[in-house]
């Protein structure tokens, strides 16, 4: 009997243990699977989807800004003003541009995406109809409807950002942000061009008739397709909002809301401004700065000093000149979003290895993405001391390269290489910032926006002095020499990135 028992009980307890070990890994897949889906309820494609609409309304921001250059001269003389005075409306515009994101990031992080942004275009569109019927004897009125402009359209890339981390896991977001940054990048590019060609065959005023049945256009596509996706009202999208927030025509996570779901929980209106306390923060966004003023300093100069060095150049000649920078920009928009995910997956697979090499760290595989364990510094920032050592080289062999008036090959080809590495630098830093603060993601962007066009407001207002004063040679050289000098900051954010997040951590917890 004992061994008849003995017996029973091996055949019990065996399969008991197999079985229960089996039903703990299937627990975990499931539980992982679960994680996954609960981020978001939208398939990849329809991620991608609505990132391109988000891609296209960020777009208006550099277009609008951009598609203007070129008519400076023709609105100079029709209101019958210095250039340099056409050029604060430039200024102007640039500073409105920095601050607007602010008021509107905050307001999208409160409020929504969807109002907020087709808000923002409506102010677009108003003041593209008043700039198109603006007397030439009302400069003061020239000068307001730009700032009001800029407070429609500068705004939109903050809140896409704030799409792309509601719905993208950080597995993702850099993939999302690549394609998010096509639009805001493309435009310098195509700005000048559009803007040339409409001023020369139409006019200056049909500048911004073009602009305002573009923003028209996209004001009904975001209308009928957009969802909501701040996370505060819709959590993962399961939850149905109230109709003002819902698309008219709900293409995208359709049939996959979950009418019982509870709302998440409101946070507090947070104030932007005091992102600015947390260093990690200030290192990225001051670095991410600096690079888009050198940027904005070959950007705008690129009609004065194309024009000078090659005079056999017209206009419409110039504004093709901008598509070497903006197809540098492009290439580089599509493959970062790429590496900055393979840098992501590379650096958890490095860690998942580890962690079931040595069991001792108690971590498991399937937690080290988790924000205390997950180097997201590191995995964001692996390839920046590259892209900025080759972006500092072309910035310095551009200018010297004008100096010299060697063929206007050298220049445009230099430039392509100067738009990709720029891209990979910023869209690296841009998701990085993201990243540390998901919940935050438009006013973390609005941040980013404020620190950097002014920033590139300050260096508009002078790079054409130091050019004239010293000859582009030195002064891409100088602007290259600081990018140089600022380079440290990429290893800064490595160091303090991990240990300011274990300080917000704990004071959140505590909280």
Same mark, same amino acid.
């Not at 306390?277 to 290192?283: G, I, R, S, T």
């Given at each position: ?93 640039? /500073?409105?541009?920095?601050?607007? +994101?602010?008021?509107? !990031?905050?307001? =999208? %992080?409160?409020? *929504?995406? $969807?109002? &907020? @942004? ?67 990048? /493309?435009?310098?590019?195509?700005? +000048?061009?559009?803007? !040339?060609?409409? =001023? %020369?065959?139409? *006019?200056? $005023?049909? &500048? @911004? ?303």
């Amino acid at each position: 009997m004992a061994h008849a028992g003995q017996t029973h009980h091996i055949s019990l307890t065996s399969p008991g243990a197999g079985g229960a070990a089996t039903h703990e890994l299937e627990e975990q897949e499931v539980n992982k699977q679960a994680a996954e889906k609960l981020y978001s309820i939208y398939t990849r494609q329809e991620k991608w989807f609505i990132v391109m609409i988000a891609s296209l309304a960020a777009l208006f921001s550099p277009l609008t800004a951009n598609v203007y250059f070129p008519a400076i001269p023709t609105i100079a003389s029709a209101f019958h003003k210095s250039i340099e005075s056409i050029n604060l409306s430039v200024t102007a515009y640039m /500073v409105l541009q920095g601050i607007s +994101p602010m008021f509107w !990031g905050t307001m =999208a %992080d409160r409020f *929504g995406r $969807r109002p &907020i @942004f087709l808000a923002c275009l409506l102010v677009l569109c108003l003041s593209c109809i008043g700039l198109a019927l603006v007397p030439t004897s009302a400069y003061w009125l020239l000068m307001l409807l730009r700032c009001v402009q800029a407070a429609g359209s500068a705004s939109t890339v903050a809140l896409g950002a704030g799409v792309v981390g509601d719905i993208g896991t950080p597995a993702e977001r850099g993939g999302f942000f690549g394609l998010f940054t096509l639009g805001p990048q /493309v435009g310098p590019a195509l700005g +000048p061009v559009i803007g !040339g060609v409409l =001023a %020369d065959k139409l *006019g200056w $005023r049909s &500048i @911004f008739w073009f602009l305002c049945i573009m923003s028209v256009a996209c004001f009904a596509l975001m209308l009928i397709f957009l969802p909501e996706t701040l996370r505060r009202l819709v959590g993962d999208g399961s939850v149905i909002p109230s109709a003002f927030y819902r698309p008219l025509v709900p293409i995208v996570g359709k049939g996959r809301v979950d009418r019982d779901a509870p709302k998440p929980p409101k946070p507090a209106l947070n104030n932007p401004l005091r992102l600015f306390f947390y260093l990690d923060v200030l290192n990225l966004l001051v670095f991410n700065a600096v690079i888009y003023a050198v940027f904005y300093a070959v950007n705008t100069t690129i009609s004065t000093i194309f024009a000078n060095k090659y005079p056999f150049l017209n206009e419409i000649d110039i504004g093709l000149c901008f598509l070497a920078i903006g197809g540098g920009m492009t290439i580089g928009t599509v493959l970062s979003g790429k590496m900055l995910d393979a840098d992501f997956q590379r650096t958890k697979n490095r860690l998942v290895k580890k962690a079931e090499e040595d069991p001792e760290k108690h971590i498991r595989p399937e937690d080290v993405t988790r924000e205390e364990n997950f180097p997201i510094e590191r995995a964001r920032l692996r390839m920046m001391p590259i892209f900025t050592a080759i972006f500092v080289l072309t910035c310095a062999g551009y200018g010297w390269s004008l100096q010299q008036e060697t063929n206007i090959a050298v220049p445009l080809i230099l430039q392509v290489i100067f738009g990709y590495t720029v891209v990979a630098t910023m869209n690296g830093v841009q998701t990085l910032l993201i990243d540390l603060l998901p919940s935050q993601s438009s006013s973390i962007t609005a941040c980013n926006n404020l620190v950097r066009c002014s920033l590139g407001a300050l260096m508009v207002s002078v790079v054409d002095l130091i050019v004239n004063a010293i000859g582009p040679g030195w002064t891409y050289v100088l602007l290259a020499g600081i990018c140089l000098a600022c380079s440290p900051m990429i290893w800064l954010a490595i160091w303090i990135g991990p240990r300011c997040r274990a300080k917000r951590r704990a004071r959140d917890n505590a909280a």
